[in-house]
């Protein structure tokens, strides 16, 4: 399924005070002072699923962690930490590399951590869980229960929680989550982190016919024509990519990047938003214009497996993204594969966002004017292997 957003609108000074370059820089300064911090690689393909090349960034390294989750959890627990003071436990829900993050995060500056998890998440999060400090709980049959356990326990107990996801009256800790996960996205702006994309002659910053290719489409899909307005860089701006593709569970990284990649690049990068088939529901939340729980299905795209939207993604992605489309098991599994055969090793979780690029429909290709000078972004999220 595809949706070329008709709610595209450009980035705004209150999306800049949300998330943005500088929020990015300060999360940087933070973790620079951290002994396991490195930018992690930028892994090139050439010519994947028909374009000039993909730029793969690599996030199974983390600061051991195996996840760009390591970027969040911890960056808000420490800021947290920082803010109060020591002392009152932390918890958190998790279906998997949040819990890790937060308990390491707790771990360093010394505090307890107490981690929910449904009984669908692999036994070996929780083992590696425990050996962070971590007390890891069971609760429920999906996320959102272990995520209600959670909040239940935080009211009953005082304990400060650490959610990924935001929702009335929460949006504090996951806006600090969703800004430590900018630094994976500012890496990618350091000098020679990205190829310049070669700039083309003799032509325009688009393909011709591509806007009009993105209205027909957006027509055949939705109803009504996409709102691309604001300034563009042109085509092959250097070091910016020509579309950036992010998966998505609750939206909290799709939302962080697709608002630092509008600060950093402006308006020309064409953003894509992957979710599973069994989960869409940013998807569905854009389609209704608000935030909506979807009923969802099996998928074994466990860490992706959400069914409401964090709100703060929701408000950044409904304005921000190009298209929405989902992908199924198979198409992540394959996607995969693929990576690992040109040395770039994902989960199917990980390979996600590249799963999406390569089962974009000719419509959808031609709408993001999608060929083969393009050089697509997409983050590998985390490892091939649940954590030992």
Same mark, same amino acid.
Request: hydrophobic share 40%; with cysteine; glycine share 14%.
């Given at each position: 399924?595809?949706?070329?957003? #008709?709610?595209?609108?450009?980035? %705004? ?15 940087? @300064?933070? =973790? ?8 992690? #690689?930028?892994?090139?393909?050439p ?6 090349a ?14 760009f ?8 627990? /420490?800021?947290?930490?920082e803010?109060?003071?020591?002392? %009152?436990?932390?918890?958190?829900a998790? @279906? ?28 070996? =999060? ?32 005082g ?10 009256g ?20 350091? #000098? ?13 910053? @688009? ?16 109803g009504s ?19 950036? =593709? ?53 998928? %074994?795209?466990?860490r ?13 992605? /409904? ?13 992540? @599994? ?7 055969? /040109?040395?770039? /090793? ?40 649940? #954590?030992?």
């Amino acid at each position: 399924m595809e949706y070329l957003n #008709p709610a595209r609108a450009p980035y %705004t000074a209150h999306d800049r005070a949300l998330i943005g370059t500088e929020h990015a820089r300060q999360a940087r @300064a933070h =973790f620079a002072r951290h002994p396991s911090y490195r930018p992690t #690689p930028v892994r090139t393909v050439p010519g994947l699923a028909g374009t000039e090349a993909v730029h793969v960034k690599d996030e199974s390294g983390r600061m051991g962690l195996g996840s760009f989750k390591a970027l969040g959890g911890a960056y808000a627990v /420490h800021l947290l930490a920082e803010h109060e003071g020591g002392g %009152t436990p932390f918890v958190c829900a998790s @279906a998997g590399n949040h819990g890790v993050s937060v308990a390491s995060g707790a771990a360093e500056v010394g505090v307890d951590c107490v981690v929910y998890l449904s009984e669908g998440v692999p036994e070996a =999060f929780a083992q590696r869980l425990r050996g962070l400090g971590a007390e890891v709980r069971r609760s429920g049959e999906d996320y959102e229960a272990s995520m209600a356990a959670a909040i239940e326990a935080a009211e009953l107990n005082g304990w400060r929680l650490v959610a990924d996801s935001s929702w009335s009256g929460y949006t504090g800790v996951p806006l600090d989550v969703m800004r430590g996960y900018t630094v994976l996205f500012d890496e990618l702006a350091d #000098p020679g982190a990205l190829p310049a994309v070669p700039a083309r002659t003799g032509g325009p910053a @688009a393909p011709p016919g591509a806007r009009a290719g993105l209205e027909a489409y957006s027509g055949s899909l939705n109803g009504s024509s996409a709102a691309t307005g604001g300034h563009s860089a042109p085509h092959g701006a250097a070091g910016a990519p020509t579309h950036v =593709f992010l998966q998505a569970g609750v939206g909290g990284l799709a939302a962080a990047g697709a608002a630092y990649v509008r600060d950093r690049w402006g308006e020309q990068p064409k953003i894509v938003v992957v979710e599973p088939e069994g989960a869409p529901c940013l998807l569905e939340s854009a389609r209704a214009g608000e935030p909506v729980r979807v009923q969802g299905g099996r998928t %074994t795209l466990g860490r992706l497996d959400c069914l409401e939207p964090s709100i703060i993604a929701h408000h950044l992605l /409904h304005h921000l993204a190009d298209l929405y489309m989902t992908i199924t098991d198979d198409q992540a @599994a394959d996607a995969a594969r693929l990576l690992a055969g /040109h040395g770039v /090793h994902l989960s199917e979780c990980g390979a996600a966002g590249a799963a999406g690029l390569l089962a974009l429909t000719p419509a959808a290709r031609d709408a993001l004017a999608l060929d083969d000078a393009s050089r697509p972004l997409v983050v590998g999220t985390e490892g091939p292997l649940e #954590p030992k």
